[in-house]
């Protein structure tokens, strides 16, 4: 099995900064992307950014040029530097794993983690 653990959630004052952390641990022989989500409340997960293993980058629209993804391949570990935080980047952040092999020929799977809250708010 494939286990994602996220750190670094919290509150912050509006305008302020967070890092999102999120390391891939168990049997895994290659990750083609990693991303983060969120989830509001009441509202549907949505894409936050997203990296695969050539380094290509995919933003949400609200969040360009405020948020910076990376990843460590070698590490299997993601994360993400998030700049000018606003009360509606308020939600639950989730780490994602994408198109996951644990052999050469295994079936590729996608895995979730927990899940961390972030809270924007004076």
């Not at 999102?20 to 992307?33: E, K, M, P, Q, R």
């Not at 050539?54 to 609200?62: I, K, L, Q, V």
């Not at 590490?75 to 952040?93: G, H, I, R």
Request: with cysteine; aromatic share 8%; charged share 15%.
């Amino acid at each position: 099995q494939v286990q994602l653990v996220e750190s670094g959630g919290g509150l912050v004052q509006p305008g302020g900064s967070l890092t999102l952390s999120c390391a891939a641990s168990g049997s895994i022989f290659s990750i083609y992307a990693m991303g983060w989500y969120r989830q509001a409340p009441g509202k549907q997960r949505e894409l936050v950014a997203h990296i695969d293993n050539g380094g290509n980058t995919n933003y949400a629209n609200s969040v360009k040029g405020r948020f910076t993804i990376s990843r460590d391949n070698a590490k299997n570990t993601v994360s993400l530097q998030m700049n000018s935080l606003k009360p509606e980047d308020t939600a639950v952040y989730y780490c994602n794993a994408d198109r996951v092999r644990r052999c050469m020929l295994c079936t590729e799977l996608q895995f979730w983690g927990q899940g961390t809250q972030v809270t924007v708010s004076s």
